[in-house]
């Protein structure tokens, strides 16, 4: 049934949470792929040099780093674990992978490390969920 699963982390506790049942499903529904996606937004050009380039170091190392915390989260599954990483608008990157891969669910955290925009479900969650080309599952 979700032979394709899409896991969407930003490093907060509820991205954790998501990535257990995320594992829990693939393990479940003997899944065939799993990715892992960690979308942050752009740098502002703005910031020049020196400034740019330790601004994407900092991000590329903070996104490796929620990869890896996720995937040691999951554990093994069934299937080989793929990465991304994307500089964008986290729900468009979330939703352009979906699509992209065909995903058959999306796995993500009710709330991000985001600032207050969306009050109860974060405003990503709100807008992947609104956007999505399949099922989503919100975890807290």
């Not at 257990?20 to 040099?49: C, H, Q, T, W």
């Not at 780093?65 to 080989?80: D, L, N, R, S």
């Not at 608008?89 to 891969?101: D, H, W």
């Amino acid at each position: 049934m979700f032979d394709k699963i899409l896991l969407a982390v930003d490093g907060s506790d509820h991205a954790l949470q998501a990535a257990r049942k995320a594992a829990e499903l693939a393990r479940a529904m003997n899944s065939k792929d799993f990715r892992i996606v960690v979308a942050y937004d752009f740098i502002p050009p703005y910031l020049g040099e020196p400034n740019m380039q330790s601004a994407i170091n900092a991000r590329m190392d903070d996104a490796n780093a929620f990869v890896q915390k996720a995937m040691e989260t999951v554990g093994k599954i069934p299937c080989e674990i793929h990465t991304e990483l994307i500089e964008g608008s986290p729900a468009e990157a979330i939703i352009k992978v979906a699509n992209s891969f065909k995903c058959d669910v999306i796995v993500m955290g009710s709330r991000g490390l985001g600032t207050l925009a969306g009050l109860l479900l974060g405003s990503t969650s709100q807008k992947v969920v609104a956007h999505a080309p399949c099922p989503v599952l919100i975890v807290r």
